[in-house]
């Protein structure tokens, strides 16, 4: 059971906000039990507070912005993900402006900040929410969904159309060790091109290259370089952990994301917002029983790593099974399968529906500890190319099953959108 977090003592702060231009000094001060965690506008009459929850949501254009009637609080996902990574359930954040000091643009002066501050347990529980069945939100191109599993994970793809940076992905099993070690120091970005545009909007008025990476047409423009190959894509991950802490409550779950931002973000925290205060509306596939993350997979099938390409199943029925594989860029395949422009082969596509279907015939109690071969493919068919950064939903259904042979449908989706089909039959034999 974890318990409820604030600080032993106060810590503080000051600097330019990255958007407004504010100078600001930031105060970290402890608080009581179910206090949560609030913003207070110390600079403003009758000190308003704004809480920071996902109902406090005003704006999420290039950062998240909290409101309570006129007063505002800027780009708070940086320090929201800080508190994230500490446990910190209760805390007041005193502000004398509207946006907390950007630092380097990272998570890090605010590591620094709980550090010197000491971090107490309190004596209460807090909430952790258990993702039970997928919950998924999608806008124009982008896709953030969040998967049942055993602990808290992101994957993520970034994708820009940019000489410099086109495709970068990053995937971390997350605690407080691995998020000041591997994502705290990532730094917010921008491209060049943009740079005119967004000042005419009012925003990145504190923006320099002391504080952000900029990204123009044939250099990435930083004082130190970049700190991770694949920083940008990190830092993603930094914004998605804070934009969902505002939901107050920690996630057991494995979140996926391809090129979500800080609108998507909040859409998702929302969703589950919605679920877990009416359980009834939770997101769940028709006549779901069972899910299995890859241990349990493992007990069934006898395929290791680099050949098993089912990551969890999600859903398993009488009438088939979805399973999920998220196709990473260091996939074994892709060193020698058009290593210049990477791609899926359609056979270990055709494989991973086979996979997957037979999970589901070999779920069945009567025939555990049999194997099931694949005997034949019909119909089949290669839509879309499959890339590194894709997240298969393979779909099995039309089961059949018959005097040791089985028949099943099988389709593959990325972002809803149908990449291959299939038609695959299967005979079973002994396992050694």
């Keep these: 059971m974890k318990q409820q977090k604030t600080i032993i003592k106060k810590a503080s702060i000051s600097g330019i906000g990255v958007h407004t231009g504010s100078k600001t000094t930031m105060i970290f001060q402890p608080a009581p039990v179910d206090n949560g965690i609030k913003f207070i506008r110390i600079d403003l009459p009758d000190k308003p507070v704004i809480k920071a929850g996902i109902e406090s949501v005003v704006e999420t254009a290039r950062g998240t912005i909290l409101g309570n009637g006129s007063a505002k609080v800027h780009t708070v996902e940086h320090v929201m993900a800080a508190l994230w990574a500490y446990g910190i359930t209760n805390l007041n954040i005193e502000l004398d402006a509207e946006e907390p000091p950007v630092g380097d643009g990272s998570s890090n002066p605010f590591i620094n900040m709980l550090e010197e501050a000491g971090i107490e347990k309190q004596d209460k529980s807090c909430v952790i929410y258990k993702v039970t069945s997928p919950i998924k939100v999608t806008l124009d191109d982008t896709f953030l969904a969040i998967f049942p599993y055993d602990g808290f994970k992101m994957s993520y793809t970034l994708s820009y159309d940019h000489q410099l940076v086109t495709t970068q992905y990053a995937n971390f099993e997350l605690d407080k060790e691995t998020f000041i070690k591997e994502i705290s120091p990532c730094r917010t970005f921008c491209f060049y091109r943009e740079v005119e545009a967004l000042m005419d909007k009012g925003l990145i008025q504190g923006g320099s290259l002391e504080n952000a990476v900029v990204i123009g047409d044939e250099a990435i423009l930083s004082k130190e370089g970049l700190r991770f190959e694949n920083e940008f894509a990190r830092h993603k991950i930094l914004d998605l952990i804070g934009d969902l802490y505002l939901l107050g409550i920690r996630l057991e779950g494995h979140v996926i994301a391809m090129k979500s931002g800080h609108s998507l973000n909040v859409k998702l925290a929302q969703t589950i917002k919605d679920i877990t205060l009416n359980p009834s509306s939770t997101i769940t596939t028709e006549n779901q029983k069972s899910s299995m993350n890859i241990e349990e997979i493992k007990k069934i099938l006898p395929h290791r790593y680099p050949f098993l390409l089912v990551d969890r199943i999600v859903n398993i029925s009488e009438n088939g099974a979805v399973g999920i594989k998220n196709v990473s860029s260091n996939e074994e395949f892709f060193n020698g399968h058009f290593p210049q422009q990477a791609l899926m082969p359609g056979v270990l596509q055709i494989e991973a529906m086979a996979q997957v279907a037979g999970i589901r015939f070999l779920h069945n109690k009567d025939i555990k500890g049999q194997i099931a ?9 290669f839509r879309r190319p499959v ?32 990449v291959s089909e299939a038609d695959l039959i299967f005979a079973l034999m002994e396992g050694s």
């Design 373 to 381: 071969t694949l005997a034949g493919v019909t119909k089949a068919r």
């Design 387 to 418: 890339i590194p950064g894709d997240q298969l939903v393979i779909t099995v259904e039309r089961v059949a099953f018959k005097r040791g042979i089985g028949k099943a449908s099988a389709t593959i989706k990325v972002d809803n959108k149908l």
